[in-house]
């Protein structure tokens, strides 16, 4: 009788104890619902290659109803007091991270543009409008949505509770009607001088092309006119168009331009798409910086070293951060779609040549990656920094969609070598642009999903 009972508590035990575990993963499941998860936890991502995304989506909408309900309850309740608020700009949210034994601070404060639609996916044409970007002049820092609202504010009220938006009218509209085109989106917004250049993505009846317009600056109204045209067009809407802007040395811009899913343009120096130019801001003559380029999303030119950095989406992974030597006397092709550290996406298999993922892209005869992320963290806009709150001597962020993360990476004296020294993991942001203020010691960030603009700081506390 007595080893009957002890049996009997054994199961007991052995139930009890598979019963809190089950309990203990249905909660962690049912928070990641109603969160939404870190794309680069390893387990999630490993749960996720062995079970069906199809099976994922069916057990998250009907076993997990309530933590759905609560998750759309609450994003509700956050639109509708963005909504309210108009363009007050209002702080709603506080968090604290700890990086590298510092303590940071960040704020959170509404964007008065459209969010992004996650349920169609990322790569949705409305989506394409949501894309925002911010910039800072001066005093000011200014902000463009995809479908082109411009507004701007005094970058002191960063330390406030509300940022007092001043819409800025500009005549983006009156461009679309008059050509009878159609907008696809704002790729970027850049200040050079006292001028403002945008890069646009529309179809006219031609197709679909990406264009640079140029503007003096007013704080009345901002009146656009085309500055420089590409002249490539492609049938399909795709997110591969690039369209980051960056100042360059004389008197010229760096304008970065996707390869539109064209797989044999980023090779022929005959075409701008997949490729990084350089435009003569006088003659608006341009020269090609580098070729074979995918989707470059990021762009920084360091003038002292004579470098430009650039970061680019990969395939199925192979997000990649180059940096192009100007001063090596060395071609400059970067590899794409010849090689990359990604794989094909299996619809793609087929446009490749057996090589491609060989991985290794200098015993192809293109160059190296200084950075290269597998799987994707969805790599956007680069800021590099020097001996501040965010850096000890020489660093980059790097924000990422992806991974709602910006990435902080260490750089040697020599610029010979990227040490990753970690990131911030700012859940359910899509992190679209990144920039400093040196007044402020401040990080700025735009993320599309409330959409909000999101300041990073030292916490002195």
Known sequence: MKSLSSKKKIILIILLIFFSFGFY???????????GYDKQNK????????????????????LFIIPNLKAKNEFLELQVSKYEQGNEGKKFDTQYFKLNNVKYEANFFFLPFKRLDTKLGWNAEVNSLRAHYAEIKNTNIFSISGEGKTVYFNKNNLLKDSLKFQELPNNIQ????????RLFGIRDLYFQNDQVFISMMIENENGITINLYRADMNLDKIDFKLFFETNEYWKDYNVFSGGRLESFKDD??????????????????K??????IAIDLNSKNYELVSYGHRNPQGLYFYEKKNIIINTEHGPKGGDEINFNFLDLNEDKNFGWPRVSYGNAYPKEVDLFEPDTFKKSHKELGFIEPFQYYDPSIGISEIVYLEKNSFCGSKCFWISSLRANSIYNLEMDENFNKLIPKGRIFLEGNRIRDIDYDKDLDMIILVSENVPALITISKNLN
């Not at 249905?26 to 619902?33: G, R």
């Not at 387990?43 to 009907?62: A, E, M």
């Not at 075409?271 to 990084?276: A, F, H």
């Open 25 to 35: 993963l249905f909660s962690i499941v049912s928070d990641i619902v109603r969160h």
């Open 43 to 62: 387990i999630i991502l490993f749960v996720k290659n062995i079970i069906s995304p199809h099976y994922v989506k069916k057990i998250r909408d009907n």
């Open 174 to 181: 009156e461009i679309l009607n008059e050509n009878n085109y």
């Open 252 to 269: 010229k811009i760096l304008f970065s331009i996707g390869f539109a899913k064209n797989y044999e343009a980023p090779q022929n120096k």
């Open 271 to 276: 075409s701008l798409l997949g490729k990084i």
